[in-house]
């Protein structure tokens, strides 16, 4: 079988343009720049018609790949959708809160809860700038990530990306909009 470069010269936290890729069973290689070196390899079962984003992620010797199916229907004019998906497999189960700026943690309703390593369902809210905050799950005490500012669009069809951040519980967060961009978000917070 011959290697077609599908994406290349890409850096972390950054996306890239559509690419083609054949349906049925197809083998992806991850490359870094310059190397003809696979330092990882997948293989998924792809549907003729349907939208794909791969995502590499994880600690520098121990790069993995993921595939995510985007074929979220666009919701109604004065609605969004999103969903979580956590690489992370030392995070845990984690808790997601979509509040206003000043709304106290304990007041807030849990958005979504996403399973270490695992995707959650699409979750339907209105659209607008939100502070994002996640949490061990059950446990508004053990914050993660606390962001004074994400925006989800008008009829948006959103995936909240979580990735391990610098050692321990704590993430990294970016959406990546359907059809759309990725907007990398970095823990600014560490615990000593």
């Not at 992806?28 to 018609?49: I, P």
């Not at 509040?99 to 309703?109: N, V």
């Not at 209105?126 to 949490?135: D, F, I, V």
């Amino acid at each position: 079988d011959a290697i077609i470069q599908v994406v290349g010269g890409k850096t972390a936290d950054q996306g890239s343009t559509r690419a083609s890729a054949s349906d049925g069973e197809t083998s992806f290689e991850l490359r870094r720049a310059g190397n003809d070196s696979a330092v990882v390899t997948a293989s998924w079962s792809l549907t003729a018609d349907t939208r794909y984003t791969a995502i590499a992620y994880g600690a520098e010797g121990a790069l993995k790949m993921a595939m995510l199916e985007e074929d979220e229907d666009q919701p109604d004019a004065g609605k969004a959708r999103l969903r979580l998906y956590n690489t992370s497999a030392d995070s845990g189960s984690l808790d997601l809160y979509l509040t206003a700026s000043d709304t106290a943690l304990e007041d807030a309703a849990i958005t979504a809860t996403v399973a270490a390593s695992g995707a959650s369902s699409f979750v339907t809210l209105a659209p607008g700038s939100y502070r994002l905050r996640l949490t061990a799950s059950g446990d508004t005490a053990d914050l993660r990530l606390d962001l004074p500012a994400v925006t989800v669009n008008d009829r948006g069809v959103v995936t909240l990306v979580l990735t391990a951040g610098t050692g321990g519980v704590l993430v990294h967060a970016a959406t990546l909009e359907q059809d759309g961009g990725l907007l990398a978000f970095k823990n600014p917070a560490a615990r000593v």
